[in-house]
């Protein structure tokens, strides 16, 4: 068990290596490097900025090393806590993506939740009842969910809430509470918006949850070992829950790995839609200004927690899952 | 253990809805009919694997139905020029966020009519909101007619037509209403389809082509090269996609005609897509590499790439279509976001997630909700690829019942 963890996180090392060299090489695509759109920026603006303003700017964001060096330099601040540095915003990238990323993995993590406690029981019901009406509505359901773009359903939701509950959807804050320190009335105001973001990004991946229960569940009964335990009498809730279910469960785990990346594409234009204070729409608004820096961080930070995540969820199945082998 | 008394136990297994009849008659029960042997039973023994596909994909009644679906759907956009009641770029100062009209045969004083028709509108302008408020006025009765005589266009830009397939010779049939320049909606979704459904079907054949090859090369190679492919897969899965394509799509320079933008659009949603069908290829591959029939022409001298295209590939191209329909609606989802997000493609070509831009703020939604129709129809694509997708897998399963 012991080498089986230890081997997992040594693997991890080389993905993220790969990863952050990736995403190096792609912050560098643009025409131009990190400084040109805020030099036009401060053109339009007005404001003469003389040769030596341009070069001390360049010198400060070391623009004139070679691109190894850039990248050596990008990655070993990730390690001393240094997420990069905002050319438009002229601040450190932690502090943009601070409270965001936490509002982002509450999201992520009420949505994971959402999806669990919605999928179990329409899967299960679905599977033991199959071909009756539920299951078909469930399986109706299903389809829609994972057909639906999760932007359209946020619109959706917004219409019918504020045509016909008169409630307006969108932030997570309402305006009294900004800027207050955290407290009680503070904290049932965010619980009131949360959910919104949450449902509407679990939902795809709830959607194909249900379909990926019902599918497992459906081959375990119809195994010898069901039948052979029905016959022998024993009940039948009771049998379908301690061992086909806990078979057909294993996707519950297994599947967290890849719910984080969708999530996270989720949470970019959900938030951009209900105007939420999550890292997302801070993405989108960087690479409508070309601030390369601050979108290659966001991402680079999402990939390792996906790939954290990724890891968590293997050695968790590893663990319900005695037929996982740790050679 | 205790002996399982009877008579608690048989109501509970009704209660817990595990009725045993139900299960032992459920896996026999949709396909009674092939117990029986059909007519042409001795056609069957020889039939190819295409053909005994395509008999089981026919079964499935909901894959037909998606199928006719998609089929609609690529005609119209095909000859959407034709199709398209208005002119999509045609704007109206007058009819700003126009509600849609509805097809009437009955009129305002009870008369029934045997050709439909729609009212134009009357503009009022709200006292208090100064907001424009349009009603069905019933003073212009519009009668709608096939294939009317209009505006003359060009088809596929090349042959000069004057019939559309249905309008009105009086006025503007606006049958979804119209957008924040007065633009005809329906007109617009239907120009947009060509856009948005061709790049998912282009999206696939290039995702297809970059699949097989690179999982081709992992699976029937092995070794070192299958492992720096399926390391590189696992880089490319981890980075979230919709973030991912994101920032590709913005290292796109601005300057690019309408054209190259929607291939290089193209080109970033397959460059993730890939990934998918190369590890279900270098599955198949795997499996298969030491089937008789592989080692059967491999010691017949055939060589390497005659047993990859001759014998191997055709053996699981039915399921690799499968899973190529099935990824078209990630791809047409793919260009909606980032095209809804004002990263993908730009306003003037016309595509569903460029329509539903202009739906990207609530006050537009509240004032003029037909304008999420464009994504009621990406949903109906998406459902119909789905469902298509699950039919074509489900046939080309030779052991599936």
Redesign the interface.
């Known amino acids: 068990m012991f080498n089986y963890i230890a081997r997992r996180i040594l693997l991890m090392i080389p993905t993220l290596v790969a990863i952050s060299m990736l995403i190096f090489f792609l912050i560098q695509l643009p025409p131009g490097d990190a400084i040109t759109s805020r030099l036009a920026q401060l053109q339009a603006e007005g404001s003469e900025i003389s040769e030596e303003a341009i070069a001390a700017l360049r010198a400060r964001f070391y623009l004139d090393d070679p691109v190894h060096v850039q990248y050596l330099r990008w990655v070993g601040g990730f390690f001393r806590g240094d997420l990069g540095y905002s050319v438009v915003h002229e601040q450190p990238v932690s502090t943009l993506v601070g409270d965001r990323l936490g509002y982002t993995m509450l999201i992520a993590v009420g949505s994971v939740l959402f999806t669990w406690v919605i999928a179990f029981p329409l899967g299960f019901y679905s599977a033991i009842r199959q071909y009756s009406t539920s299951d078909y509505v469930f399986t109706i359901f299903a389809f829609l969910g994972m057909a639906t773009p999760n932007f359209l359903l946020a619109l959706v939701l917004m219409y019918l809430g504020h045509t016909y509950f008169g409630i307006s959807v969108g932030g997570l804050i309402s305006p009294e509470f900004m800027g207050q320190p955290y407290s009680f009335a503070k904290l049932v105001d965010l619980l009131k918006h949360i959910w919104i973001p949450m449902v509407v990004v679990g939902t795809a991946g709830t959607a194909g949850l249900v379909r990926i229960l019902r599918a497992n569940l459906l081959d375990e009964l119809q195994k010898p070992y069901v039948i052979t335990a029905r016959a022998k009498g024993l009940k039948s809730l009771n049998l379908i829950f301690k061992y086909p279910v806990r078979i057909a469960i294993n996707p519950f785990i297994s599947t967290v790995g890849w719910m984080l990346p969708a999530i996270f594409s989720g949470d970019a234009i959900v938030g951009v839609v209900l105007n939420l204070p999550t890292i997302g729409p801070l993405l989108l608004e960087s690479l409508m200004t070309q601030d390369m820096y601050l979108a290659g961080s966001i991402l680079l930070i999402m990939s390792a927690l996906t790939v954290f995540g990724t890891l968590v969820s293997d050695l968790l199945l590893a663990a319900i899952d005695p037929r996982i082998r740790y050679d | 253990m205790t002996?399982?008394d009877?008579q608690t136990?048989v109501p509970?297994?009704d209660e817990?809805?595990?009725p045993?009849a139900?299960?032992t008659t459920?896996?026999g029960?949709p396909v009674s009919d092939a117990s029986a042997p059909p007519p042409d039973a001795a056609d069957l023994v020889y039939a190819s694997q295409w053909k005994l596909m395509g008999r089981r994909f026919c079964k499935h009644k909901l894959a037909l139905v998606g199928t006719g679906i998609l089929l609609v759907f690529y005609v119209v956009a095909a000859f959407c020029e034709f199709f398209a009641p208005n002119d999509p770029t045609e704007r109206d100062a007058t009819l700003i966020l126009a509600p849609p009209q509805s097809i009437r045969f009955v009129d305002e004083e009870g008369k029934f009519h045997f050709r439909p028709f729609v009212y134009g509108y009357r503009m009022e302008v709200n006292p208090e909101t100064w907001q424009r408020v349009y009603t069905p006025d019933p003073e212009k009765r519009y009668d709608l007619v096939f294939f009317p005589k209009g505006e003359p266009y060009r088809l596929w830009n090349l042959i000069p037509m004057q019939r559309r397939l249905f309008g009105s010779t009086e006025g503007r049939v606006l049958l979804l209403g119209t957008d924040t320049l007065g633009r005809d909606v329906l007109s617009r979704i239907m120009f947009g389809a060509r856009i948005s459904l061709t790049i998912g079907l282009i999206g696939v054949v290039l995702t297809f082509c970059i699949g097989i090859t690179l999982g081709g090369i992992a699976g029937y190679f092995g070794g070192f090269t299958d492992h720096a492919i399926q390391?590189?897969i696992?880089?490319l899965?981890?980075?979230?996609?919709?973030?991912?394509w994101?920032?590709?799509s913005?290292?796109l320079?601005g300057h690019w005609s309408a054209l190259r933008m929607y291939f290089g659009i193209t080109l970033i949603l397959s460059f993730l897509g890939w990934t998918g069908l190369a590890r279900v290829v270098r599955g198949k591959f795997l499996s298969l590499r030491n089937e008789d029939f592989v080692v059967a022409a491999r010691l017949s001298g055939t060589g390497e790439v005659q047993i990859i295209f001759r014998h191997m590939v055709p053996s699981f191209m039915s399921h690799i279509i499968a899973s190529a329909t099935l990824a078209v609606?990630g791809m047409i989802?793919g260009e909606?976001?980032l095209s809804?997000?004002?990263?993908g493609l730009r306003p003037p070509v016309i595509s569903w997630g460029v329509l539903?831009q202009q739906?990207?703020n609530?006050q537009s939604?509240?004032m003029a909700?037909w304008l999420?129709y464009p994504?009621l129809f990406?949903?109906i694509v998406?459902?119909a690829f789905?469902?298509v997708g699950d039919g074509l897998r489900d046939a080309a399963d030779p052991y599936a019942e």
Not at chain 2, 237 to 244: E, F, K, S
């Open positions: 002996e399982p009877p136990d509970t297994v817990s809805g595990f045993v139900e299960m459920s896996p029960g390391r590189l696992e880089v899965i981890c980075i979230p996609q919709l973030p991912l994101m920032v590709l913005a290292a320079p609606p989802l909606t976001a809804f997000l004002g990263i539903l739906a990207q609530f939604v509240a909700p999420l994504g990406v949903i998406v459902l789905n469902v």
